[in-house]
């Protein structure tokens, strides 16, 4: 079967007196992300660009937010067995690429730590794992700090 590639968007509010996770990392804010687990949209959009590329559903196919299990739960946990689940079926990670977009605050300090993190959650080099950042220019909900999205694409090998 050789590469597959995948694609993952996610979107969350931001609130005022949340704890903003993004890519494993408590990132310092006004605001936060909402949501039944730690809201980490970052790590919503790999593991939905993971669960992708093997064809097997979403995030919310796995990991279902009416579940308790899943409630609070931090993202990375969720990252870890999207990683163990595609495994399991042969695939080998490649690359990820990504993109969060957010009006503020300015993320691309965070940026080496949420990779250094992710890496190790997957189990795969830090040369292996980008991430990038976009404000929407003042423009619709993230313009006006309502909420934040993300884009990613991961890249499967099923051939070693
Ligand atoms: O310049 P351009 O319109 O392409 O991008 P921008 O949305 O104005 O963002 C400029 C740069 O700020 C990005 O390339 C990121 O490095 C950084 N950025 C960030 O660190 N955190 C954000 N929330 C948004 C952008
Ligand atoms: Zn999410």
């Given at each position: ?5 995948g694609f993952g968007f996610d ?33 919503h959009a790999i593991c939905d660009a993971l669960l992708g590329a093997?064809?097997?559903?979403d995030i ?36 990820i690429?990504s ?51 993300a884009y990613a694409v991961a ?6």
């Open positions: 079967m050789g590469f597959r590639i979107t969350h509010r931001l609130e005022e007196w949340r704890e903003f996770w993004l890519g494993g990392v408590l990132v310092p804010h006004t605001k936060g992300a909402t949501g039944h687990s730690d809201a980490d949209v970052l790590i093997a064809a097997l559903g919310g196919t796995h990991f279902p937010d009416t579940s308790e299990e899943f409630k609070g739960i931090d993202s990375k946990i969720l990252l870890k067995k999207s990683c163990d689940l595609i495994r399991s079926e042969g695939y080998t990670i490649g690359n690429d993109t969060v977009v957010l009006q503020i605050p300015k993320i691309s300090k965070y940026i080496p730590e949420m990779i250094l993190l992710l890496a190790d959650v997957m189990g795969i080099p830090r040369g292996s794992i980008s991430v990038k950042a976009k404000t929407s220019e003042t423009l619709g909900f993230i313009g006006r700090e309502e909420g934040v999205s890249l499967l090998d099923s051939r070693s």
